[in-house]
């Protein structure tokens, strides 16, 4: 059985495979405003990684890393070992644990995939908006099928709350040791890329909740879908530059948390 200590080192990897991916994801976005490339999601930029020198060893590192940032998250929400509040503002971040646990675990099986050879490597698409409207389809196709796709959009707009809420106060830098070099510049790094993603985030909850109006799976959509949506729009440019620069100073900032954030994950049922 892995220990607590193994699996608190698997979730520092976790910050630091975040961290990259969000980089990768930024690189697409600033590329594709400046250069006329190719918009990447979070699944497109890991895929991105497999034909590069050592591509499926570094993926399975990549893979091992989001797992053990899937498991954390997971077991936060299980464990509550921050003694979370069982008041609405503490079961709110308790289910957004769970969301961002699963969602890191697909992440994980699509590096892990990609490492074995056994998954799409072009980087060109976004697999994410392709799932995103997968699962539309699958939902709208179940009794009050509209109700339960307003419900995710519902969802993904209290998450994209609370990235701009952390974005506003900047209180996440308390999460990281008294050791962090330039507490300053580190925090507004931070704030510049919760920012960034609260926007893509409020813009995946708007596609979401077209779709359940209309109930079209069609009109449902991911990152990569949110960030052309910012794209086309006038100065789209910019935006979509501007956001993708927010992006990576997220993953920059995921590498600094892999560093130096206070982290101890305490496995159910191993002590």
Not at 102 to 115: D, E, F, P, R, S
Not at 197 to 213: E, Y
Request: proline letters at 3%.
């Amino acid at each position: 059985m892995i220990s607590d200590a193994n699996a608190t080192l698997l979730a520092k990897l976790g910050f630091a495979a975040r961290g990259v991916v969000y980089l990768l994801v930024g690189w697409f976005a600033v590329d594709a405003a400046l250069r006329g490339g190719r918009i990447a999601d979070n699944q497109g930029a890991i895929g991105s990684i497999a034909d590069e020198a050592f591509g499926p060893v570094l993926l399975a590192i990549v893979a091992a890393g989001l797992l053990g940032y899937a498991v954390w998250r997971l077991t936060e929400a299980a464990a509550n070992p921050e003694q979370i509040g069982s008041d609405v503002k503490g079961s709110l971040k308790r289910i957004g644990h769970v969301v961002s646990g699963i969602a890191h675990l697909i992440l994980a099986w699509t590096a892990a995939k990609l490492a074995m050879k056994t998954g799409s490597r072009d980087a060109a698409v976004s697999p994410g908006d392709e799932s995103a409207r997968d699962w539309t389809a699958l939902l709208l196709d179940q009794p009050a099928g509209r109700v339960l796709v307003g419900a995710v959009a519902v969802g993904i707009l209290v998450a994209a709350f609370q990235q701009a809420q952390k974005a506003w106060r900047g209180d996440f830098i308390h999460d990281l040791r008294g050791d962090a070099p330039a507490p300053g510049y580190v925090c507004t790094m931070g704030r510049i890329g919760y920012g960034a993603r609260a926007l893509v985030f409020l813009i995946v909850a708007g596609l979401f909740a077209l779709a359940a109006w209309t109930a079209h799976a069609s009109d449902a959509g991911g990152v990569a879908e949110a960030l052309e949506r910012l794209q086309s729009q006038p100065g789209g440019t910019w935006l979509l530059a501007l956001t993708g620069i927010g992006l990576a100073l997220f993953g920059a900032y995921s590498l600094v948390e892999a560093r130096f954030r206070r982290i101890h994950v305490d496995l159910p049922g191993t002590n």
